[in-house]
């Protein structure tokens, strides 16, 4: 079964940074569109990056110049550094990619139709 599981997140204060991994099950998802999206409490799930098998990477305006999303693609793992975390970053973190038969736009959620499990990152001090 194809999966995707997030690690990296946590606990940090406001000004400091973690990095998010995803590894996927098979190589092949790393030619796929890939996301991050994220859930903070009471809320609805958001945008947050996306890197396209294609073309440049994307990014919501709220974690432009603090977030990078990479690729690995020897180790199947997408990344996101956060940098200059500020409390409103806290929320569940998740993976997502997108096979390519699916429609829609890169920033929605709709788009995607494998989802990780999500981890948690807190910032606060």
């Known amino acids: 079964q194809v999966q995707l599981v997030e690690s990296g997140g946590g606990l940090v204060q406001p000004g400091g940074s973690l990095r998010l991994s995803c590894t996927a099950s098979?190589?092949?998802?790393?030619?796929?569109?890939m996301g991050w999206f994220r859930q903070a409490p009471g809320k609805e799930r958001e945008f947050v990056a996306a890197f396209p098998s294609t073309g440049s990477r994307i990014y919501a305006d709220s974690v432009k110049a603090r977030f990078t999303m990479s690729k690995d693609i020897a180790k199947n793992t997408v990344y996101l550094q956060m940098n200059n975390l500020k409390p409103e970053d806290t929320a569940v973190y998740y993976c997502?990619?997108?096979?390519?038969?699916?429609?829609?736009?890169?920033?929605?959620?709709?788009?995607?139709?494998?989802w990780g499990q999500g981890t948690q990152v807190t910032v606060s001090s």
């Open positions: 997502a990619a997108s096979s390519p038969a699916t429609v829609g736009a890169v920033t929605s959620e709709r788009k995607y139709d494998l």
């Open positions: 098979e190589r092949t998802i790393m030619f796929y569109l």
